[in-house]
């Protein structure tokens, strides 16, 4: 018999998360557009726990949303500035890329799009909505930390670490207040850390012979972007804007 699972954080019940999770405060709503491939088969996807990190963030799965009654009713509200956290040649860089004057009153409402390199290509390439939504990204972080997941390249990162750097960006930068900024790459560090302990465990069915290597030393693989269940965010982007 299967063991019981928790519908929040889908981990199972013996090993949830929920419970050592303090949802913040933002003025910033963070809307995460999860893909239907990584709201069903990944675990160690991060988009879900950031959502429950963040008190009035919300998660919506799909793969096109020109039609998503939510999605459209966020955008075309006047008291938001409807934003899209995505790479590419005129996305503005924080913080001077978004000055509080242009906020006004508004809120701002990021647009995160969840899934696989190829597949945030082809949410985007359906959704003509989000392409006409101005683009924000962040300076340039560090590596990703995110050890177990092969990046397609240098300067990504996966969604919980992308929300995080988005969210120190805009405290620095006045925009916002990230009340706990430890949590995220705290909650990042201890969900690896179990994996990979349960990876080196040679009387567990997934015993990983070879070591984790360190995002410094990872050779990018070609094909990468299509094959590896990873989230691109990056002030540059490699080649260009993602979307073709």
């Known amino acids: 018999m299967s063991r019981e699972m928790c519908y929040r954080c889908f981990w199972t019940k013996d090993l949830c998360w929920c419970g050592s999770i303090r949802p913040m405060a933002t ?12 709201y069903k088969e990944q675990r160690t996807g991060t988009g879900r ?12 799965m799909g793969i096109a949303f020109d039609d998503h009654e939510r999605v459209q009713e966020l955008i075309r509200d006047p008291g938001n500035l409807a934003m899209l956290l995505y ?5 503005r860089v924080l913080p001077e ?65 992308a929300t995080h750097e988005l969210l120190l960006a805009l405290d620095r930068a006045g925009l ?15 969900m690896q850390d179990y994996l990979i302990k349960c990876a080196s465990d040679p009387t567990r069915s997934g015993y990983r012979r070879q ?24 002030a540059s982007p490699p080649g260009g804007d993602a979307v073709s």
């Open 27 to 38: 003025r910033t709503k963070v809307v995460l557009l999860m893909h239907p491939k990584e």
């Open 49 to 60: 726990l950031t959502h429950l990190c963040l008190a009035d963030s919300e998660l919506i």
């Open 87 to 91: 790479p590419g040649l005129e996305a």
């Open 97 to 161: 890329g978004l000055p509080a004057r242009e906020l006004g009153s508004r809120r701002l409402v990021v647009f995160v799009l969840d899934g696989t390199w190829s597949c945030a290509r082809k949410m985007l390439r359906l959704s003509p909505s989000l392409q006409r939504l101005p683009r924000l990204v962040f300076p340039p972080a560090a590596p990703s930390r995110f050890v177990i997941k092969q990046q397609p390249a240098e300067g990504c990162l996966c969604t919980l670490e």
């Open 176 to 190: 916002d207040r990230y009340p706990e900024p430890e949590q995220l790459p705290g909650l990042l560090t201890r």
């Open 211 to 234: 070591a984790y290597g360190t995002p410094e030393v990872r050779r990018v693989t070609r094909g990468a972007d299509s094959a590896r269940p990873m989230k691109l965010f990056a």
